[in-house]
């Protein structure tokens, strides 16, 4: 079933998206994506129609896209606010190289660590955390990780506003910015716009009567 699927999906770029078991992801799978990153509850019929395809289709390609690993599961978004859980914070963490074990371990007994990262740079790792207050950090960070032989050292930042979250990126989100500025650009140069990163020059005489009329 899949393979006739990935056969049929032919991507108009030329450059399908392998995963999983190898279902090839074409511009239809990418739409779906979209549309499910808006909604991820809509109904199969709903699906069909944004996309431009029959409800057959549509309900065939999600259920690869879940059988196949794609899209690994769905879950609500809240509001970390109204949930009382105002205060968010990054800590940076360095972590002994030979006791990475422990370390896993121990972050994995902790709820409110929200994300963690293994990291390239002067830290080992990152750790995202959600808490009721400022306190809360301060506690986490001299009582539990400090306690932990496998940290070495922390460095917290705390985080004023999220200004951008998006639920996932996909491939088509570049390709459709590529597009957009494109298609903008002849536009801007005609209303005299300098695009970023180049220089216009006028001329001197120009330049005189464009004073001469401020004057």
């Given at each position: 079933?899949?393979?006739?699927?990935?056969?049929?999906?032919?991507s108009s770029t030329?450059?399908?998206?392998?995963?999983?078991?190898?279902?090839?992801?074409?511009?239809?799978?990418?739409?779906?994506?979209?549309?499910?990153?808006?909604?991820?509850?809509?109904?199969?019929?709903?699906?069909?129609?944004?996309?431009?395809?029959?409800?057959?289709?549509?309900?065939?390609?999600?259920?690869?896209?879940?059988?196949?690993?794609?899209?690994?599961?769905?879950?609500?978004?809240?509001?970390?606010?109204?949930?009382?859980?105002?205060?968010?914070?990054?800590?940076?963490?360095?972590?002994?190289?030979?006791?990475?074990?422990?370390?896993?371990?121990?972050?994995?007994?902790?709820?409110?660590v929200e994300y963690?990262?293994?990291?390239?740079?002067?830290?080992?790792?990152?750790?995202?955390?959600?808490?009721?207050?400022?306190?809360?950090?301060?506690?986490?960070?001299?009582?539990?990780?400090?306690?932990?032989?496998?940290?070495?050292?922390?460095?917290?930042?705390?985080?004023?506003?999220?200004?951008?979250?998006?639920?996932?990126?996909?491939?088509?989100?570049?390709?459709?910015?590529?597009?957009?500025?494109?298609?903008?650009?002849?536009?801007?140069?005609?209303?005299?716009?300098?695009?970023?990163?180049?220089?216009?020059?006028?001329?001197?005489?120009?330049?005189?009567?464009?004073?001469?009329k401020d004057d």
């Amino acid at each position: 079933m899949m393979s006739e699927i990935s056969r049929n999906g032919v991507s108009s770029t030329g450059q399908p998206g392998r995963i999983g078991i190898g279902l090839e992801l074409d511009d239809i799978h990418m739409k779906i994506l979209e549309v499910l990153r808006e909604n991820g509850r809509i109904s199969v019929a709903a699906l069909a129609e944004r996309v431009g395809i029959s409800r057959a289709n549509a309900y065939t390609r999600f259920e690869a896209l879940r059988a196949d690993g794609a899209i690994k599961g769905f879950t609500a978004e809240i509001d970390h606010v109204r949930a009382g859980l105002g205060i968010t914070a990054l800590i940076f963490v360095t972590v002994r190289q030979q006791m990475w074990k422990q370390f896993r371990a121990e972050l994995a007994r902790m709820p409110e660590v929200e994300y963690c990262a293994i990291t390239t740079g002067q830290h080992d790792a990152m750790i995202q955390v959600r808490v009721a207050d400022v306190a809360a950090v301060h506690s986490m960070v001299t009582d539990r990780l400090a306690n932990i032989p496998a940290v070495k050292a922390t460095e917290t930042v705390f985080i004023l506003d999220e200004v951008l979250k998006r639920p996932y990126v996909l491939p088509s989100d570049g390709r459709q910015a590529g597009q957009a500025r494109r298609s903008s650009r002849p536009a801007q140069e005609a209303q005299g716009d300098v695009p970023l990163g180049k220089m216009r020059f006028v001329g001197a005489a120009e330049g005189r009567a464009a004073l001469k009329k401020d004057d």
